[in-house]
């Protein structure tokens, strides 16, 4: 390494970056874990899943897949801190395992588009899980950390109630600052999209509450009473929504 950057090489491979831009360093480890790739040694479903997706940034690739398949700028304008050419190698791993895919219909621009597998999409009540857990260490957002739409429908989705939505035939649209996400739930089936919503029952604005909203640190009741959350429609609409979505109360040892 030297002031014109950093240079890793073996008898098969040479990888170079330049200057001291975080993501071109980055983009050079993952190029070495890509040509020096190996297995835990491991024969258990676990270790082999751990394989495919425990690399960085490949678990929040398939969160971003999940809404909606996606080119290589799509996924990393909600991936900002990956760079792309380390984005195009995961996907290329990925794409090797059978986990994502690349479509024959190209994006409007020529560019390649991503999707899940259905051996992918077997992954997501996995992924749903994994997030319902990790949400218990969330303290308040760090500096450095951003919210996209996609993390907040797959939050959504992960934290849905499927069976206290049976028979509920519901339409809201959530404005969470600059996001906004609609929701419906028709007979305990779940659709969750990003932007406003025509004909919706309720237009919530939960400002940064929506996560106390689901533990129940705070009643709904309570939020709609005191204006710390406001609703345009039937406020009955916000009460059962919240009724439908929920995450755990196993208090974490460590909040992150």
């Not at 993501?23 to 190996?38: D, K, N, P, Y």
């Not at 929701?183 to 237009?203: F, M, Q, Y």
């Not at 604005?205 to 929506?210: R, Y």
Request: glycine share 8%.
């Amino acid at each position: 390494m030297d002031e014109d950057g950093l240079t890793i090489s073996g008898d098969q491979f040479s990888l170079t970056t330049t200057g001291a831009e975080p993501t071109q360093l980055e983009a050079v480890v993952a190029e070495l874990q890509g040509v020096s790739r190996a297995t835990y040694g491991q024969y258990c479903g676990l270790s082999r899943a751990a394989e495919m997706l425990g690399e960085r940034w490949g678990m929040l690739i398939i969160r971003d897949l999940i809404t909606r398949p996606k080119t290589v700028a799509q996924l990393h304008s909600g991936l900002p801190r990956i760079s792309e050419k380390a984005l195009t190698m995961r996907l290329r791993e990925m794409v090797y395992s059978g986990v994502i895919r690349e479509l024959d219909e190209r994006a409007t621009d020529g560019s390649t588009r991503y999707e899940l597998t259905e051996y992918g999409r077997a992954a997501e009540d996995a992924l749903l899980a994994l997030g319902r857990w990790g949400a218990m260490s969330l303290a308040s957002p760090r500096p450095e950390d951003i919210v996209t739409p996609d993390s907040l429908m797959v939050a959504i989705k992960a934290t849905f109630k499927p069976r206290q939505a049976h028979g509920v035939h519901l339409k809201v649209e959530l404005q969470l600052g600059a996001i906004v996400l609609h929701v419906k739930v028709d007979d305990g089936e779940l659709t969750v999209g990003s932007g406003p919503l025509a004909g919706a029952d309720a237009v919530i604005n939960p400002g940064m509450l929506l996560k106390d909203l689901m533990t129940r640190d705070l009643d709904a009741e309570q939020a709609l009473a005191t204006g710390q959350v406001t609703v345009d429609g039937d406020p009955a609409a916000f009460l059962a929504f919240v009724d439908m979505f929920e995450l755990p109360r196993l208090k974490a040892p460590v909040h992150a």
